[in-house]
């Protein structure tokens, strides 16, 4: 007990497009009710191309959950691909927000 594995505090940043059904049903809602329940900075936005784009920061096990939950969306989403991929941590997010469709 007490002991720490060596990951658990590691800072990872995650980019991701989620693909599907998932505009119009709560998607970004979702992904910032996440987001606080995780302790997690970033974004979340919605993409012309019907996508919804997501970039998130924090210890790698909540953002590693994020990511579990991106592949579920909300009730009235369906998920048919997330593109994800890792970054090294951004200085610059110090709190979650929606930002504007682009």
């Given at each position: 007990m007490g002991e720490t594995q060596g990951n658990e505090e590691e800072?990872?940043?995650?980019?991701a497009f989620v693909r599907?059904?998932?505009?119009?049903?709560?998607?970004r809602n979702f992904v910032m009710?996440?987001?606080?329940?995780?302790g997690l900075s970033g974004?979340?936005?919605?993409?012309?191309?019907g996508s919804v784009e997501v970039m998130a920061q924090g210890p790698r096990p909540a953002v590693e959950t994020l990511l579990s939950?991106?592949?579920?969306?909300?009730a009235m989403a369906y998920v048919t691909k997330?593109?994800?991929?890792?970054?090294?941590?951004d200085p610059e997010l110090k709190s979650f927000r929606v930002r504007f469709t682009m």
């Amino acid at each position: 007990m007490g002991e720490t594995q060596g990951n658990e505090e590691e800072i990872v940043r995650l980019h991701a497009f989620v693909r599907g059904r998932v505009q119009g049903v709560g998607f970004r809602n979702f992904v910032m009710n996440q987001a606080a329940r995780l302790g997690l900075s970033g974004w979340v936005r919605n993409r012309i191309n019907g996508s919804v784009e997501v970039m998130a920061q924090g210890p790698r096990p909540a953002v590693e959950t994020l990511l579990s939950a991106l592949h579920r969306g909300p009730a009235m989403a369906y998920v048919t691909k997330v593109e994800a991929e890792w970054l090294p941590p951004d200085p610059e997010l110090k709190s979650f927000r929606v930002r504007f469709t682009m």
